[in-house]
């Protein structure tokens, strides 16, 4: 199985771990992920207002350059690129005026036509590998680690347009987690928004939204939590570090790309996956449950 | 606090772009109270989520657009999958940013960002908080 793959921006820089964990585990299962050819930043967030027709041009060069390289797929570890590509997809077929405004202004040869499928690492795992393929591979498995999936909200909203998962009640990650040997936890807020961009200007804000989701897993368990956003990542993961030097007694859980715990799950060397950059280190909760012993080279 | 609702306050100029911007009939919602109810970013806001739409329904504009609670949505459409009515709740509050700022100019200044933060946090953040809250 062959994917054209999208990384984008956070995944070169402070997420370096979620993209190497996620070519190794995707290489793991027979899939390869060919990074696409001068790719460019989705925009972050998908523009909301009618009349925002330029904020479209980023993502959409994303999904011209993946046809002109005849890819039919493009296939997106991060979870807000995967939401910005995959609506910018979804609302350039719906619109063709839009997409012939568009076709003019990037000038490309090929005029595009949504013929592009964009979609997530987690749908490609679980739907063209299979739970069973990924359950066979997963040695030494994650031995009844027990984890937290954490969905957030760009893998989930809006379902229409996004269409991965229940946005209520979304087990995808559940299910792949249970595949690789984890004990899932079942929690409230799994699919509750962390604060996203809301940390760089009202902390204040964002940070509460953040605790309620750590809480609620804690609380039901986990040893760590699982995610498929850079910016759930940070914002889950940096709070705890101020909970930290607040409380002494606070008990900190560590926040993973889904990725990294199948890296670990099919024993490939997680050198490179970028845990010393965690301010949660996972190590030691790691080791504890037994998970990073038996670590083989790959 | 005395409100003078009038018939040209309520198809006024603002309304109007408003709902063309948004691609929202704010008329379409019955204050079922959902949205509301369901907003992880509810305790920072001063005017719930359904306040706002019932500001714009009623004309205020003004008062829609000088209550922070615009400013504390993070666009996470749990509102939206849970709206009866359809309404995209996000794309209103988009709206109403986009006309806070073009009349009063950015929400952020971004030289007076905490430079420590800025040098741990994730580019992503950066993008997306510029681009809601800068024009």
């Keep these: 199985m062959r994917y054209f793959y999208f990384p984008g921006c956070t995944l070169e820089t402070k997420a370096v771990g979620f993209n190497r964990s996620a070519k190794e585990a995707a290489g793991a299962l027979g ?96 739907h063209d590998v299979g739970l069973e393929a990924i359950r066979r591979r997963a040695v030494p498995g994650l031995g009844g680690l027990r984890v937290a999936a954490y969905y957030g909200c760009m893998l989930l909203r809006p379902a229409d347009e996004i269409a991965l ?116 280190d996972p190590r030691p909760a790691l080791a504890q449950a037994g998970v990073l012993g038996g670590i083989r080279s790959p | 606090m005395r409100v003078t609702i009038s018939v040209e306050q309520v198809r006024s100029e603002w309304v109007r772009r408003i709902e063309e911007v948004s691609g929202q009939d704010v008329m379409a919602c019955y204050h079922c109270g959902k949205c509301s109810a369901g907003c992880p970013a509810a305790e920072a806001m001063d005017l719930l989520p359904n306040q706002i739409i019932r500001l714009v329904q009623l004309g205020q504009v003004e008062r829609a657009l000088e209550s922070q609670t615009i400013w504390y949505c993070a666009a996470c459409q749990t509102c939206y999958a849970r709206c009866p009515k359809g309404v995209d709740l996000p794309r209103l509050m988009e709206a109403l940013r986009e006309l806070a700022m073009q009349k009063r100019g950015d929400h952020l200044e971004i030289a007076r960002l905490d430079v420590q933060a800025l040098a741990e946090f994730p580019q992503q953040a950066f993008i997306a908080g510029f681009r809601k809250y800068t024009t």
């Design chain 1, 31 to 126: 899939v390869e992920l060919v990074t696409l050819p001068e790719w460019n930043c989705c925009g972050a967030t998908f523009p909301l207002s009618t009349d925002n027709v330029l904020d479209l041009a980023g993502p959409a060069r994303n999904l011209v350059s993946t046809a002109e390289a005849g890819g039919d797929t493009l296939a997106v570890a991060c979870a807000t690129c995967f939401n910005v590509l995959r609506r910018t997809n979804h609302f350039l077929r719906k619109h063709p005026d839009t997409l012939e405004k568009l076709n003019a202004f990037l000038e490309r040869p090929q005029p595009y036509a949504g013929q592009v499928e964009v979609r997530h690492l987690l749908d490609i795992f679980v």
């Design chain 1, 165 to 280: 998962d229940d946005p209520e009640r979304p087990g995808i990650m559940d299910a792949l987690l249970a595949a690789l040997g984890a004990e899932v936890v079942d929690y409230p807020h799994r699919g509750e928004c962390c604060g996203a961009y809301l940390t760089v200007k009202s902390p204040e804000a964002s940070m509460p939204m953040s605790y309620r989701i750590l809480s609620a897993a804690g609380r039901a368990g986990a040893q760590v939590l699982a995610t498929a956003c850079p910016l759930c990542q940070f914002n889950l993961d940096w709070l705890q570090a101020r909970l930290r030097q607040q409380y002494a007694s606070y008990q900190p859980l560590p926040v993973m790309y889904f990725t990294q715990l199948m890296g670990l799950a099919f024993g490939l060397d997680p050198a490179g996956y970028g845990f010393e950059q965690h301010y949660v």
